[in-house]
């Protein structure tokens, strides 16, 4: 009888020049908040790796990004519940999800609204979850697989202003190493990365503000924010056969902020 983790771990070779265990050519991969940001970074990051890339949002923009790396859209909201089922039942099985779709709400956690944790907890939390679950049997049908989600340096720290968003990232972290202490024997990994401050739309309005720009900037060892080009390369890393031994872990992509 094969064995299922055959594919996992058989020997590879280089395609057009990429290293064999950084490429993705024959693997089908689901990326949630792909119409920009950190979300379109990695959908483009492995289409550029041969991997065939569903894009997943609910800004109809999607379907030019997708366009754009000769991928395939689905235009829907994750927090309706029915939409992970129906997202799959097209696409097939699947070997890679990335759960990319997130929002912040800029309040503090005493302050917060009903409808605004509601839809923290929804987007950042149960939508990750439900796609997760949905996932499992396409890729245990595959013989294993890897799931990534973008977590965020606030779940490991108390930020001001943000403690419902750093919460719903907590939770998301804790969820990803359970899921992967679970799912291990069935050759599914789950990883995250989180990442600092990152020039995307979330942060736009927080890093136009010069003076506390400039007092971010200072607190980063790198000495700036970083461009979503730069969450691909860790992302790749942990979705690839080069981290075929590494599951339940949440890589801080953050330019040494949390050092500081």
């Given at each position: 009888?094969?064995?299922?983790?055959?594919?996992?771990?058989?020997?590879?070779?280089?395609?057009?020049?990429?290293?064999?265990?950084?490429?993705?050519?024959?693997?089908?991969?689901?990326?949630?908040?792909?119409?920009?940001?950190?979300?379109?970074?990695?959908?483009?990051?492995?289409?550029?790796?041969?991997?065939?890339?569903?894009?997943?949002?609910?800004?109809?923009?999607?379907?030019?990004?997708?366009?754009?790396?000769?991928?395939?859209?689905?235009?829907?909201?994750?927090?309706?519940?029915?939409?992970?089922?129906?997202?799959?039942?097209?696409?097939?099985?699947?070997?890679?999800?990335?759960?990319?779709?997130?929002?912040?709400?800029?309040t503090t956690?005493?302050?917060?609204?009903?409808?605004?944790?509601?839809?923290?907890?929804?987007?950042?939390l149960s939508?990750?979850?439900?796609?997760?679950?949905?996932?499992?049997?396409?890729?245990?049908?595959?013989?294993?697989?890897?799931?990534?989600?973008?977590?965020?340096?606030?779940?490991?720290?108390?930020?001001?202003?943000?403690?419902?968003?750093?919460?719903?990232?907590?939770?998301?972290?804790?969820?990803?190493?359970?899921?992967?202490?679970?799912?291990?024997?069935?050759?599914?990994?789950?990883?995250?990365?989180?990442?600092?401050?990152?020039?995307?739309?979330?942060?736009?309005?927080?890093?136009?503000?010069?003076?506390?720009?400039?007092?971010?900037?200072?607190?980063?060892?790198?000495?700036?924010?970083?461009?979503?080009?730069?969450?691909?390369g860790p992302?790749?890393?942990?979705?690839?056969?080069?981290?075929?031994?590494?599951?339940?872990?949440?890589?801080?992509?953050?330019?040494?902020?949390?050092?500081?």
């Amino acid at each position: 009888m094969a064995d299922p983790g055959a594919r996992e771990h058989a020997p590879q070779r280089a395609v057009a020049g990429r290293p064999a265990r950084f490429d993705f050519t024959g693997r089908t991969a689901l990326v949630t908040g792909a119409a920009g940001g950190i979300g379109g970074a990695i959908a483009a990051g492995l289409a550029a790796s041969g991997a065939t890339v569903w894009s997943l949002d609910r800004d109809d923009t999607v379907r030019a990004a997708a366009d754009r790396i000769g991928g395939h859209t689905i235009v829907g909201d994750v927090r309706d519940p029915g939409l992970p089922e129906a997202a799959l039942s097209r696409i097939g099985d699947v070997d890679l999800l990335v759960l990319a779709a997130g929002v912040q709400v800029r309040t503090t956690g005493s302050g917060i609204t009903e409808d605004d944790w509601q839809r923290l907890a929804d987007v950042n939390l149960s939508g990750p979850y439900r796609m997760i679950r949905a996932a499992v049997p396409h890729l245990r049908r595959r013989g294993g697989g890897s799931v990534l989600a973008v977590s965020s340096m606030s779940a490991d720290r108390a930020v001001a202003g943000i403690v419902p968003y750093g919460a719903t990232k907590a939770a998301l972290s804790h969820l990803i190493r359970g899921l992967a202490v679970e799912l291990g024997e069935h050759r599914i990994r789950l990883n995250g990365i989180a990442p600092g401050y990152v020039l995307t739309a979330m942060t736009g309005s927080l890093l136009a503000d010069e003076e506390r720009a400039a007092r971010i900037r200072e607190r980063i060892p790198l000495g700036r924010p970083a461009d979503p080009e730069e969450m691909v390369g860790p992302s790749l890393f942990l979705l690839s056969d080069a981290a075929a031994y590494v599951t339940g872990q949440i890589l801080a992509v953050d330019g040494g902020y949390a050092l500081s």
